[in-house]
Nanobody, 121 residues
Framework: QVQLVESGGGLVQAGGSLDVSCAAS????????WGWYRQSPGQQRELVAQ???????KYQDSVKGRFAISRDDVLNIAYLQMNSLEPEDTAVYLC???????????????WGQGTQVTVFS
């Protein structure tokens, strides 16, 4: 079984910074692409950032220059550094990873439960 667990969310004043991380555990052979999504009440889940195994990164336009995604392939952890936070960034942040598990030839997507990030002005 593979599990993803996010941590690091919280309450921060506008203009501040917050880091969130996502740890994958279980019978993992390899993690391919990591992604961070966010969802606000009444809104669709949206991609915030993703990073491939090769290190290619993609960001939602609204976070470019403010957020940075990174990964540790030894520990199987993904990070999202968030700077210059705005109230509009308030959401539940969820991580996802394409994981090849032991005894599997393919990658399957897994999701964490999410961590709340609240930005107040």
């Amino acid at each position: 079984q593979v599990q993803l667990v996010e941590s690091g969310g919280g309450l921060v004043q506008a203009g501040g910074s917050l880091d969130v991380s996502c740890a994958a555990s279980g019978s993992i052979v390899r993690v391919n692409t990591w992604g961070w999504y966010r969802q606000s009440p009444g809104q669709q889940r949206e991609l915030v950032a993703q990073i491939t195994r090769g290190g290619d990164k993609k960001y939602q336009d609204s976070v470019k220059g403010r957020f940075a995604i990174s990964r540790d392939d030894v520990l199987n952890i993904a990070y999202l550094q968030m700077n210059s936070l705005e109230p509009e960034d308030t959401a539940v942040y969820l991580c996802t990873a394409d994981v090849q598990a032991v005894a599997s030839d393919s990658y399957l997507p897994y999701w964490g439960q999410g961590t709340q990030v609240t930005v107040f002005s």
